[in-house]
């Protein structure tokens, strides 16, 4: 029976070891060679190394369906979503993988994005603003927003907070106070929302400086490596356009 | 001390200005350098086109005696160009890596992702920092021999005054700098964004790259066309001589 299926390639998945909790453990890459399987994702590929070679390698998940972006990694230097890289896009079945820079490194391909996204949220201040909301009715129905609208905002809302758009900005990788497009994408999204009620000179003193949206050298990394599609470029230009013409 | 703690209160309008600036000189620059491998080319159409140009930079029309016009002109026209590539070159030295580590940090990217413009920014700042330099040169000379522009004139500066090497780089590095800082613009402001502004990016990009190609071969030619007359006044013994159109004389 087992003759009649196919054998796969063999995957050599060549992985960035390092514990930094492990006293006196330093960086190095580790190659593993699996069987590829029909549909086989790097995540799928990395369950079986954690399986079959080595129980104490890390990296994160949630999901499997690149909707929670916990997988974020370097796949042959790009970054992306584990669970949704197939290891049939690469050809020569040699694939190395690395953790997403500019993030804090917990081991492996395990970084704490989370720790960042925080901080982001709390410098942009990540929610509705308005002063007339401490004497809120809560008996009073919502205001109705037009579809078209709440459609646009869910558009930039889509961000899953992989990281992959802070690893693959230069501009960031250089200046670490850069806030980055998955910052932008929020700021960009409470603008367009009528409930909140920050005015445009409110949304200058968060990003009106070269650690916001001035700093941005359009490297466009952000615009080309999310793997949710989010029009990176197109906000960071309308905001930059905002913030130049206010007096 | 006093302006710096009215920052904490209101965020400076500065930085708004700044980047807005070196995108305005940039732009200015780069279309000016287009327009001037344009004239500087006209040596391909020949000796006199080439006459004729250098003639109404210097406003020979005003005059009215052939091609000889105000030199002046040119000396303030460098001037102006020179005020605008030193405030460029001031605005964009922010952007400039600030220390070893923050270059290595961007090599390291560059070579992990291998993304195009990523990559286009280094070339940007190489050929940037290669201008400061080159740039300076060519434009004081201008600056300070503004009756020294013509077929003749300028053959003798790329050949028997040794700026053939100089004026080479430079070629390269114009017009890199140009056309990527020019798309780079475009994106960065969200012009001609359209209904599909990923589209409009790719075409931008290959019109960046065709223009490149087309300015750095206009160049090499152009450069080729004067190395050839600057050898020809050599051996015409004729160094410091002035070319005069035939046709000239009769206007």
Redesign the interface.
């Known amino acids: 029976m087992s003759e009649n299926i196919e054998k796969g390639r063999i995957l050599k998945i060549s992985i960035l070891r390092f514990n930094p909790q492990l006293k006196g453990d330093k960086p190095k890459m580790v190659t593993y060679e699996l069987e590829e399987a029909p549909g086989m994702t790097i995540f799928i590929a990395l369950n079986e190394i954690r399986e079959k070679f080595d129980s104490s390698l890390q990296f994160d998940f949630v999901c499997r369906a690149g909707i929670c972006g916990s997988c974020g990694m370097?796949i042959n230097?790009?970054?992306d979503l584990a669970c949704r890289a197939l290891t049939s896009k690469y050809p020569s079945g040699e694939i190395t993988l690395?953790p997403l820079?500019a993030f804090e490194l917990i081991g492996d391909l395990s970084v704490n994005t989370g720790k960042f996204m925080r901080a982001m949220s709390e410098r942009i201040g990540s929610w509705i603003h308005d002063q007339a909301m401490d004497e809120i009715d809560l008996t009073r129905l919502e205001e109705k927003m037009e579809p078209g609208l709440a459609d646009k905002i869910y558009e930039l809302e889509r961000c899953v907070e992989c990281g992959c758009c802070i690893s693959?900005c230069?501009t960031k990788?250089?200046?670490e106070e850069f806030l980055g497009a998955a910052g932008f994408m929020r700021i960009a999204r409470f603008h367009m929302d009528p409930r909140d009620k920050r005015t445009d000179d409110d949304i200058?003193?968060i990003i009106?400086?070269?650690d916001g949206i001035?700093g941005?050298?359009?490297?466009?990394?952000c615009e080309?490596?999310c793997p949710k599609d989010l029009?990176h470029?197109?906000q960071i230009?309308?905001l930059?356009?905002k913030?130049?013409n206010?007096? | 001390m006093e302006s710096l703690l009215l920052d904490t209160v209101r965020k400076s309008r500065i930085p708004a200005k700044l980047d807005f600036y070196q995108s305005a000189t940039g732009l200015i620059l780069g279309l000016f350098m287009w327009v001037h491998m344009l004239m500087v080319s006209s040596i391909l159409l020949g000796k006199d086109a080439m006459k004729f140009v250098a003639g109404m930079l210097e406003g020979s029309i005003l005059r009215g005696e052939g091609d000889h016009g105000y030199p002046i002109l040119v000396t303030l026209a460098a001037m102006g160009i020179f005020t605008l590539f030193i405030i460029h070159a001031a605005l964009a030295v922010r952007k400039f890596p600030a220390n070893w580590k923050q270059h290595k940090v961007f090599r390291q990217q560059m070579s992990m992702m291998n993304h195009d413009d990523t990559n286009y920014w280094y070339t940007q700042f190489i050929t940037g920092f290669i201008m400061f330099f080159l740039g300076s040169v060519h434009l004081f000379i201008i600056m300070t021999h503004p009756d020294k522009i013509g077929p003749y004139a300028s053959a003798d500066r790329v050949v028997s005054e040794w700026m053939w090497p100089l004026y080479l780089v430079l070629l390269f590095a114009v017009e890199f700098h140009g056309t990527i800082g020019l798309y780079r613009l475009a994106v960065k402001w969200g012009w001609f964004d359209g209904a599909d502004p990923r589209a409009t990016r790719k075409k931008l990009k290959a019109f960046k790259k065709a223009l490149t190609i087309f300015f750095v071969v206009l160049g090499l030619a152009s450069l080729g066309a004067y190395v050839k007359i600057g050898v020809e006044q050599i051996n015409n013994d004729n160094v410091g001589g002035r070319y005069t159109r035939v046709s000239s004389t009769n206007q």
């Open positions: 370097i230097g790009q970054p690395m820079p693959a230069g990788r250089m200046r200058y003193e009106g400086d070269d001035f941005c050298m359009s490297l466009l990394g080309d490596y029009p470029q197109t230009a309308y930059r356009r913030m130049v206010l007096r």
